[in-house]
């Protein structure tokens, strides 16, 4: 599985699994209604429009076949913090691992690459298969919320700390630390 930033060729699929409505009720969304071609406006404009309160990338099996989406969005510079948010659409790689895959790979590229100290998400209250995989993934639940009549867990997984080697390091000096691996590829 390798992360990879959208394209428009992933037009197709995402206009496919957005509406379907078993994809759209596990995201608490209502299922597109509208023509490809007024989705393939709006894919563009989101596509291509400048801007950095988020970042979107494609899931990707080792042989190129584009199986998902996920995103960091709403990003709080001033907090340090975002949202994350998964989404396997072919149902052909559902259990296999590829989600928490994802999460993972894209938690440690975040940590990796930015000064983000928090990352956030919202999983809908009877989607245990969802929290197993962000609980897996290092995500802890925090809080709840109700939202457009659903009911919402709310997960957090924090920015690792520098761990120490044999306790405190004196005089101000800093000691070893655990470097947050590369995003694979």
């Given at each position: 599985?390798?992360?990879?930033?959208?394209t428009?060729?992933?037009?197709?699929?995402?206009?496919?699994?957005?509406?379907?409505?078993e994809l759209?009720?596990?995201?608490?969304?209502?299922?597109?209604?509208?023509?490809?071609?007024?989705?393939?406006?709006?894919y563009g404009?989101?596509?291509?429009?400048?801007?950095?309160?988020?970042?979107?990338?494609?899931?990707?099996?080792?042989?190129?076949?584009?199986?998902?989406?996920?995103?960091?969005?709403?990003?709080?510079?001033f907090?340090r913090?975002?949202?994350?948010g998964?989404?396997i659409?072919?149902?052909?790689?559902?259990?296999?691992?590829?989600?928490?895959?994802?999460?993972?790979?894209?938690?440690?590229?975040?940590?990796?690459?930015t000064?983000?100290?928090?990352?956030?998400?919202k999983?809908?209250?009877?989607?245990?298969?969802?929290?197993?995989?962000?609980?897996?993934?290092?995500?802890?639940?925090?809080?709840?919320?109700?939202?457009g009549?659903?009911?919402?867990?709310?997960?957090?997984?924090?920015?690792p700390?520098?761990?120490?080697?044999?306790?405190?390091?004196?005089?101000?000096?800093?000691?070893?630390?655990?470097?947050?691996?590369?995003?694979?590829?």
């Open positions: 599985m390798r992360l990879r930033s959208k428009i060729k992933d037009a197709a699929n995402d206009y496919q699994w957005r509406k379907d409505e759209s009720r596990l995201d608490a969304a209502i299922p597109l209604s509208i023509s490809y071609g007024e989705y393939l406006l709006f404009e989101e596509l291509y429009g400048a801007t950095d309160d988020h970042f979107r990338f494609g899931i990707e099996t080792l042989d190129g076949r584009h199986i998902g989406n996920c995103a960091i969005y709403n990003i709080d510079r907090r913090e975002a949202e994350l998964v989404m659409g072919d149902r052909a790689y559902w259990g296999r691992g590829y989600g928490s895959d994802a999460v993972s790979t894209l938690v440690r590229h975040v940590f990796a690459s000064d983000l100290k928090r990352l956030h998400l999983t809908l209250e009877w989607n245990v298969r969802a929290q197993k995989c962000f609980r897996k993934c290092g995500f802890v639940p925090f809080g709840r919320r109700v939202n009549g659903h009911d919402f867990i709310l997960m957090e997984i924090l920015r700390q520098p761990a120490a080697v044999n306790g405190p390091v004196a005089d101000g000096a800093s000691g070893p630390t655990i470097e947050p691996p590369v995003a694979k590829t």
